[in-house]
Nanobody, 124 residues
Framework: QVQLVESGGGLVQAGGSLRLSCAASGRTLSRHAMGWFRQAPGKEREFVAVISWSGDTTRYADSVKGRFTISRDNAKNSVYLQMNSLKPEDTAVYYC?????????????????WGKGTLVTVSS
C-alpha cells in the first residue's frame, strides 16, 4: 500500500515563500509522475504542477508559473514544491499525487495515489 505524506505547510505573509515536501512509502515511485493539486475553501480541487518520473518534464498551472517550482528526488522517493512570491489566493490545502501517467495527473482523474494534504495559508 502506497502512502503519500505531505509536509511543509503553514502560515506565511504575502510575498513570502514555502517549500512543500511529499514523501512516498510502501513502494518506490521512481517510475511514476508526481504532482501537486490544491483546494481552496469553497472551491474545487485544481492542478498545480507535475513532474515526470525522470524529472525532464514539468508542467504548471498558469496561475503559478514563474512562482512555483516542482522537483523530485527519486533516491528519497520524494517530490517538492518550492513556492515563492505567495499570494493570498494561493491559500489552500495542497495535495500530493502520483500516477504512472503524467497526463492523468494534469487531468486530475483516475490518479493512482493521493496524499491527505497540507494547509498553506497566505495572509495579506
Amino acid at each position: 500500500q502506497v502512502q503519500l505524506v505531505e509536509s511543509g505547510g503553514g502560515l506565511v505573509q504575502a510575498g513570502g515563500s514555502l517549500r512543500l515536501s511529499c514523501a512516498a512509502s510502501g513502494r518506490t515511485l521512481s517510475r511514476h509522475a508526481m504532482g501537486w493539486f490544491r483546494q481552496a475553501p469553497g472551491k474545487e480541487r485544481e492542478f498545480v504542477a507535475v513532474i515526470s518520473w525522470s524529472g525532464d518534464t514539468t508542467r504548471y498551472a498558469d496561475s503559478v508559473k514563474g512562482r512555483f517550482t516542482i522537483s523530485r528526488d527519486n533516491a528519497k522517493n520524494s517530490v517538492y514544491l518550492q513556492m515563492n512570491s505567495l499570494k493570498p489566493e494561493d491559500t489552500a490545502v495542497y495535495y500530493c499525487a502520483a500516477d504512472n501517467n503524467l497526463r492523468q495527473i494534469i487531468v486530475g482523474t483516475g490518479v493512482d495515489y493521493w496524499g491527505k494534504g497540507t494547509l498553506v495559508t497566505v495572509s495579506s
